[in-house]
């Protein structure tokens, strides 16, 4: 059902990060990785993905990615006025430096 919601809605980032934490928590990490991209690709704004995008590129030993994810989500949050964002997107990234 995610799957036909997020791929009918593609203006609303919703539906698209809820498949991408769907297939996270379901351990399916290619899948979620790949939902997580596509989900940034066409709403980079969309700030609540880069946490958890970062998360999960921690969880498959690929600290690099996880911290260019962090620093894009930190720029998007800082733009976007969202200081608590920001500085969750900050501590994530210093715990892995």
Known sequence: ??????????DDPFPQYGLAME???LDRVDEAGAAF???LERHATYIPAYLMYGNLLE????PAAALEIYGRGIVVAEQAGDEHAAS?????QDALT
């Open 1 to 10: 059902m995610l799957e036909k919601l997020a791929g009918s809605k593609l």
């Open 37 to 39: 991209s596509t989900l």
């Open 59 to 62: 969880a498959k030993a690929e």
């Open 23 to 25: 297939y996270k928590r």
């Open 88 to 92: 969750e997107l900050q501590a994530a």
